[in-house]
């Protein structure tokens, strides 16, 4: 087993300031300060192999962008030990930013004024792409994608799903060995979803890229990855195949359920 990502026994907490109600209490509230901790990631350990697709899944609240943010470095966690294509993510290393992408379905990376090649040239830059990798991975990513003819037209005149494509072309640029996508199929109609599970199994294939994705949509999961790991709470309840969580007798049935649920009320 080649691990690439160890996660032991993480847990993040959030220090929230609560402010009293009225504006009389803001000088006085300035001396007292209340914090409430809340728990988003509790006691989370698992290791992810490289070329692994892995589906991070759990109802909204669950914890899934919190970890995907203890694993880019974003955040520290409160406790316990994140590694990283050996290194410590939030240490923010440039080997280890050259070496990862993370997409966010509701953050856009690309500029909207701007024709989509544009921000790919500047992505070169600031990778470090050399030219002839630049255009194999480009050629390779708008053919997946099928938007060979859209890479010259503005962003804002693309649809939510082409430039959803864009994000994606955008972060697989540079030949990342780990990608992290947290809902990368939000918002998007059946046919734009159906074209990015798509596209990540038929990348996968090609250049075997360890992916991280997270959503609570059970299609994105069941079709994409090999492994599902199903956060409750913050806590991992579930860590194995899709097959064995579909289960009749599992005893979070109702979590699946609800995420079923909420699949087909979108
Ligand atoms: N920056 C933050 N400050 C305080 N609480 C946060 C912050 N980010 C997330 N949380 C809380 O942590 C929990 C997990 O959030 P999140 O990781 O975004 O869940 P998910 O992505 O599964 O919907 C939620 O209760 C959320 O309100
Ligand atoms: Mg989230």
Same mark, same amino acid.
């Not at 199929?185 to 075997?208: H, M, P, W």
């Given at each position: 087993?080649?691990?690439?990502?160890?996660?032991?026994? $993480?847990?993040?907490?959030?220090?929230?300031?609560?402010?009293?109600? /009225?504006?009389?209490? /803001?000088?006085?509230?300035?001396?007292?300060?209340?914090?409430?901790?809340?728990?988003?990631?509790?006691?989370?350990?698992?290791?992810?192999?490289?070329?692994?697709?892995v589906g991070l899944l759990g109802e909204?609240?669950?914890?899934?962008?919190?970890?995907?943010?203890?694993?880019?470095?974003?955040?520290?966690?409160?406790?316990?030990?994140?590694?990283?294509?050996?290194?410590?993510?939030?240490?923010?290393?440039?080997?280890?930013?050259?070496?990862?992408?993370?997409?966010?379905?509701?953050?856009?990376?690309?500029?909207?004024? #701007?024709?989509?090649?544009?921000?790919?040239?500047? =992505?070169?830059?600031?990778?470090? $792409?050399?030219?002839?990798?630049?255009?194999?991975? #480009?050629?390779?990513?708008?053919?997946?994608?099928?938007?060979?003819?859209?890479?010259?037209?503005?962003?804002?005149?693309?649809?939510?799903?082409?430039?959803?494509?864009?994000?994606?072309?955008?972060?697989?640029?540079?030949?990342?060995?780990?990608?992290?996508?947290?809902?990368?199929?939000? /918002?998007?109609?059946?046919?734009? =979803?159906?074209?990015?599970?798509?596209?990540?199994?038929?990348?996968?294939?090609?250049?075997?890229?360890?992916?991280?994705?997270?959503?609570?949509?059970m299609d994105d999961i069941e079709e994409?990855c090999d492994r599902v790991i199903l956060l409750g709470?913050?806590?991992k309840i579930y860590d194995g195949s899709i097959g064995e969580l579909k289960a009749p007798d599992q005893p979070f049935k109702e979590i699946i359920l609800n995420l079923i649920k909420?699949e087909? /009320? =979108?």
């Amino acid at each position: 087993m080649d691990e690439i990502i160890s996660v032991r026994n $993480v847990r993040k907490e959030f220090r929230i300031h609560e402010r009293p109600e /009225g504006l009389k209490n /803001g000088i006085g509230d300035f001396f007292h300060r209340k914090y409430i901790c809340r728990t988003a990631v509790r006691n989370v350990s698992f290791s992810i192999d490289r070329g692994e697709i892995v589906g991070l899944l759990g109802e909204n609240g669950a914890g899934k962008t919190t970890m995907l943010k203890l694993l880019t470095g974003i955040l520290f966690p409160t406790e316990g030990k994140v590694t990283v294509s050996g290194f410590t993510p939030t240490d923010r290393k440039k080997e280890f930013l050259k070496g990862i992408s993370f997409v966010m379905g509701n953050r856009s990376e690309v500029n909207w004024d #701007l024709p989509a090649m544009d921000t790919f040239r500047y =992505q070169q830059l600031v990778y470090e $792409v050399p030219e002839d990798m630049f255009r194999e991975n #480009l050629n390779l990513l708008s053919v997946l994608l099928e938007v060979q003819d859209l890479l010259k037209v503005p962003i804002r005149r693309l649809s939510l799903g082409e430039r959803m494509k864009m994000e994606l072309i955008n972060s697989f640029l540079y030949s990342p060995r780990i990608v992290f996508l947290d809902e990368p199929t939000l /918002g998007l109609d059946l046919k734009s =979803q159906i074209a990015v599970r798509g596209f990540l199994k038929a990348y996968r294939r090609e250049k075997n890229t360890t992916v991280i994705i997270t959503s609570h949509y059970m299609d994105d999961i069941e079709e994409t990855c090999d492994r599902v790991i199903l956060l409750g709470r913050g806590e991992k309840i579930y860590d194995g195949s899709i097959g064995e969580l579909k289960a009749p007798d599992q005893p979070f049935k109702e979590i699946i359920l609800n995420l079923i649920k909420d699949e087909k /009320g =979108q």
